[in-house]
Nanobody, 122 residues
Framework: QVQLVESGGGLVQAGGSLRVSCAAT????????VGWFRQAPGKDREFVAA????????YYADSVKGRFTISKDTAWNMGYLQMDSLKPDDTAVYYC???????????????WGQGTQVTVTS
């Protein structure tokens, strides 16, 4: 079992930056791919970014490519999503997830955190 807890969400103006974190306990994140997803009010959960178990492969949604950077620190068992040039459309609850395969599909991930709110004002 892997327990995931997100933190670092908050309120930021458009054009600003925010880093959300994902703390893992139970098992080493070095054995898992980590994905970030988000869900805005009234919308379906959508894929944001993912990083492979070895951290040498990353994958981004077109909507965030060039603005967001995913990473993980296996020494601290942490995952991160650095978000730059934020837009009001990025407002959502952000979830981290861990799974065996690098994927943009939510069903590929076995473990999920509870989410952290990111609000971008115009």
């Amino acid at each position: 079992q892997v327990q995931l807890v997100e933190s670092g969400g908050g309120l930021v103006q458009a054009g600003g930056s925010l880093r959300v974190s994902c703390a893992a306990t139970g098992r080493a994140l070095s054995n898992y791919a980590v994905g970030w997803f988000r869900q805005a009010p009234g919308k379906d959960r959508e894929f944001v970014a993912a990083i492979g178990w070895s951290a040498d492969s990353t994958y981004y949604a077109d909507s965030v490519k060039g603005r967001f950077t995913i990473s993980k620190d296996t020494a601290w068992n942490m995952g991160y999503l650095q978000m730059d040039s934020l837009k009001p459309d990025d407002t959502a609850v952000y979830y981290c997830a861990a799974g065996r395969a690098l994927s943009s599909l939510a069903q590929s991930y076995e473990y999920w955190g509870q989410g952290t709110q990111v609000t971008v004002t115009s």
